[in-house]
């Protein structure tokens, strides 16, 4: 017997119109390129929505066809968000930050047809367009007369002469909520990068989950910042979760240092925001030696990586913020774990609250996980044993688009595909899980293993370090031994060995890194984070010092 309820395919569309019908006037305030502050509502969002549907039935596209943007957080991106998956089309959200051989490959590979980007990007579209050969219209999020003359790309049209002449009539099309929404290809440190295809379904699974009281909690009531980029896994979903739950959304635009995010914040009277510990670490740099306090910001998500537990105090203590940490992945839509706090926990001293904070947190409703040995028997929950990270869930990829790599998933005994992280973790009695490291960057010292997030935690808790990146080097007798590099804060100062001996007491001592190594720079990848493949190449020579 079938239940008897109303079967009604779960849609992006329906976001926008629930958004325009029950917060029409909800704010959407957007700093742009050029500079200035832009503001609308939701029901604005809506209307132009639908005139970017009607442009693109203009376009002689067909059903899931990708529309690629290159743009920062901000009102027509938000625009594109919702009028191409909702008219049935693919939003490709193409990462800036790549390496332009890498942007092409990638859009040839989704087989772009249109391809919108913000002004910025224009040197890069300029270096890229003659090698996108199935883009056949560029579009520039720009008002018309701001469309530069002499572009050299041919039949550029600014966005607004695009979609603005159109109808804002539009009745957003039904169908299978299974259809591919949108897609965001992984930053492909080793070989070509590959897709995660997110589905209508998988989306709005993720938007109601995304919204609930643990996870990120968005309401009505809340001024939401993405500093997140919308160009890499939809912002952590916020486009969506904040128009399912009518927040107030304050896009930074390309303006992510610590003075801009700090006025835009206190200014729009944020109260929650998202962002990767990096961006977290310019706004702190820039708060604290002015004295700055936040009036209005209540949480803040971090997670992309490790966020230090110096910063979590910080935020924790200093300003009264609570820190969410999360953990997930692009092709997990990205949300798998958030870190909050049980009611047993509400008792504890500040400091033992601070040591739950820094895991990433409990699974969220919908995404199942598992740690797992060597030999892929599943390990016990008492927050010591480690293992290989597998998930499962409703917004998680059984595949890659074009069925790139192969079938990712590993069956377990009833035949359920779990896909497998390439993160190492350990998870405690309570379910919360701690990232030790990527299974790639964990070093093997005599069998042993040596988590680099716990070696560069602890270098960043010394005063005069900014930022640490630890990595394993060949050792003839211990096979691997960690060595980290540090940036020095301006100004301050630290030497060898007192760092060295910073570390005792914190870790076990065989876990203390051989040496430290003081660098002008650490190399970051497109999405903010470490690249570690690129630093032990710069160290390739390096050799150990003699014991
Ligand atoms: P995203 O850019 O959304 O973080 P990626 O697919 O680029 O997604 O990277 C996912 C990886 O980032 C994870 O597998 C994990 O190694 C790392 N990561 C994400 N969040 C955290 C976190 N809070 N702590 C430690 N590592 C994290």
């Not at 529309?67 to 919702?82: C, D, I, M, P, S």
């Not at 942007?103 to 890069?124: G, R, T, V």
């Not at 005069?464 to 301050?492: L, N, Q, S, T």
Request: aromatic share 8%; with cysteine.
């Amino acid at each position: 017997m079938l239940g008897l309820m109303q079967d009604q395919p779960l849609m992006i569309s329906s976001l926008i119109e629930f958004a325009e019908r029950h917060h029409g006037d909800g704010e959407i305030v957007s700093r742009r390129v050029e500079g200035d502050i832009h503001r609308y509502t939701w029901a604005d969002v809506a209307r132009r929505a639908r005139q970017v549907a009607n442009a693109l039935d203009g376009e002689d596209l067909l059903f899931s066809d990708r529309v690629a943007t290159l743009a920062w957080n901000g009102y027509r991106h938000l625009e594109l968000y919702y009028g191409v998956s909702g008219s049935g089309r693919v939003l490709h959200t193409i990462n800036p930050r790549l390496h332009p051989d890498q942007i092409a490959w990638i859009a040839n590979h989704a087989e772009d047809q249109i391809l919108c980007f913000d002004l910025s990007f224009l040197p890069l579209v300029q270096a890229v367009h003659a090698k996108c050969g199935t883009v056949k219209k560029w579009v520039a999020l720009c008002d018309a007369d701001k469309l530069p003359a002499d572009s050299g790309i041919p039949g550029l049209v600014s966005y607004e002469d695009w979609m603005g002449a159109q109808s804002d009539d539009y009745a957003w099309p039904s169908f299978d909520e299974n259809s591919a929404s949108s897609m965001c290809y992984t930053s492909g440190t080793t070989g070509n990068p590959k897709a995660a295809l997110y589905s209508h379904r998988s989306t709005i699974l993720h938007a109601y989950a995304a919204a609930l009281p643990d996870v990120m909690g968005i309401s009505a009531r809340d001024a939401v910042l993405p500093v997140v980029p919308m160009f890499h896994v939809n912002a952590w979903g916020i486009p969506y979760s904040a128009a399912l739950a009518g927040a107030k959304v304050v896009f930074p635009g390309p303006a992510l240092d610590g003075k801009s995010v700090y006025e835009l914040i206190e200014a729009e009277k944020v109260t929650y925001a998202a962002g990767v510990p990096t961006v977290w670490q310019m706004l702190l740099t820039h708060m604290k030696p002015a004295g700055l306090r936040f009036s209005t910001l209540r949480r803040t998500v971090i997670g992309g990586s490790a966020c230090p537990p110096a910063m979590i105090h910080s935020f924790q203590q200093d300003y009264g913020v609570e820190v969410l940490h999360a953990w997930g992945m692009t092709e997990m839509s990205p949300l798998g774990t958030l870190c909050t706090l049980k009611n047993k926990h509400l008792d504890m001293p500040a400091d033992a609250q601070d040591a739950i904070r820094l895991k990433q947190g409990r699974a969220i409703f919908g995404v199942d996980m598992k740690i797992v040995d060597g030999a892929g028997k599943e390990l016990p929950w008492d927050g010591k044993a480690y293992g290989d990270l597998l998930v499962k869930g409703p917004w998680i990829v059984k595949e890659y688009f074009k069925g790139e790599g192969g079938d990712p998933l590993v069956p377990d005994e009833q035949g359920r595909g779990w896909f497998p992280t390439g993160d190492v973790a350990t998870i405690d009695a309570d379910g919360y899980l701690q990232i030790t490291d990527r299974s790639k960057d964990v070093i093997k010292s005599g069998g042993e293993w040596i988590s680099s997030i716990e070696i560069e935690n602890i270098a960043v808790a010394h005063p005069a370090i900014a930022m640490a990146a630890c990595i394993g080097v060949f050792h003839p007798k211990w096979d691997e031994r960690p060595v980290v590099a540090v940036v020095k804060r301006p100004g301050a100062d630290v030497t060898r060995e007192e760092l060295l001996k910073f570390y005792e007491g914190k870790t076990a001592k065989w876990q203390i890194p051989d040496d430290v190594l003081f660098v002008e720079a650490i190399p970051i990848g497109a999405t903010g984070k470490i690249l570690k493949t690129k630093l032990r190449e710069q160290l390739k020579d390096y050799k150990l010092p003699a014991a």
